[in-house]
């Protein structure tokens, strides 16, 4: 997962969306701890399941990691500060984006982690356009 991680850093972009689906411990924080350590991260990235929402500075652009999981709908996104994040240019890394409704951009990435055939393995399907079925 962190070899993908460091290999899509020079795809992304300030302002980009990255939106993150897959099942409960498909590895979607990994793949954000291991980004944030390769674009300059100097803390630990922890889960924002509680918090919902944590910033960290990265070498070119503000970092962001929401999950948006307990949400209700994009209101419940607006209340956590979506609108500053978009505005600075963050890249926003958001955990369940269906929460986000039309909130996230049509350019968003999309990236969806699944598990694979043993415990250990994943499967990573990375798109720009909207996955099928959202």
């Known amino acids: 997962m962190a070899d993908l991680a460091r290999s899509f850093l020079p795809r992304l972009s300030p302002g980009d969306v990255v939106c993150l689906e897959g099942d409960l411990g498909a590895g979607k924080t990994t793949f954000v701890q291991a980004l944030a350590a390769a674009a300059g991260v100097g ?3 922890t889960s924002p399941t509680f ?3 944590s910033e960290y ?3 070119d652009w503000p970092l962001v990691h929401m999950d948006l999981y307990r949400l209700s709908g994009p209101d419940d996104v607006l209340d956590i500060g979506w609108e500053d994040f978009v505005s600075r240019n963050a890249v926003i890394f958001a955990e369940w984006p269906g ?3 039309d909130l996230v951009p049509p350019d968003a990435w999309h990236i969806r982690i699944s598990h694979g055939a043993d415990p250990q393995s994943r499967t990573v399907e990375i ?3 909207d996955p099928p079925g959202v």
């Open 57 to 59: 500075a990265a070498r």
């Open 51 to 53: 918090c919902l929402v």
């Open 127 to 129: 798109s720009k356009a």
């Open 99 to 101: 929460c986000a409704g």
């Open 43 to 45: 803390r630990p990235v």
